[in-house]
Nanobody, 115 residues
Framework: QVQLVESGGGSVQPGGSLRLSCAAS????????MGWYRQAPGKQRDLVAR??????DYADSVKGRFTISRDNAKNTVYLQMNSLKPEDTAVYYC??????????WGQGTQVTVSS
């Protein structure tokens, strides 16, 4: 089992920045990849970014503005979000897949971008 604890959400004005963190504990040696999804009210949960084997993948809507990174020593994945827009408002979820293709989700953290 893997447990995930997220932090770093909040409210920011358009153009601002936030950094999300997700710390994994438990069977962290089994983690295959880590990533972030988001879900706005009334919408489906969509992939924002993921990192695996040193490679990264981003949704088109966040390319050039968001950066995902991972600190293997701390078993933590980060999402640096710059140039935030109102349409980035959502609950952001940390997502981990282990070597047995089991999915784990964080509790979610709210990001609100508003003037």
């Amino acid at each position: 089992q893997v447990q995930l604890v997220e932090s770093g959400g909040g409210s920011v004005q358009p153009g601002g920045s936030l950094r999300l963190s997700c710390a994994a504990s438990g069977r962290t040696s089994s983690i295959y990849y880590m990533g972030w999804y988001r879900q706005a009210p009334g919408k489906q949960r969509d992939l924002v970014a993921r990192i695996f084997s040193g490679s990264t993948d981003y949704a088109d809507s966040v390319k050039g503005r968001f950066t995902i990174s991972r600190d293997n020593a701390k078993n933590t994945v980060y999402l640096q979000m710059n140039s935030l827009k109102p349409e980035d408002t959502a609950v952001y979820y940390c997502h981990v897949v282990d070597g047995f293709s089991r999915n784990y989700w964080g509790q979610g953290t709210q990001v609100t971008v508003s003037s």
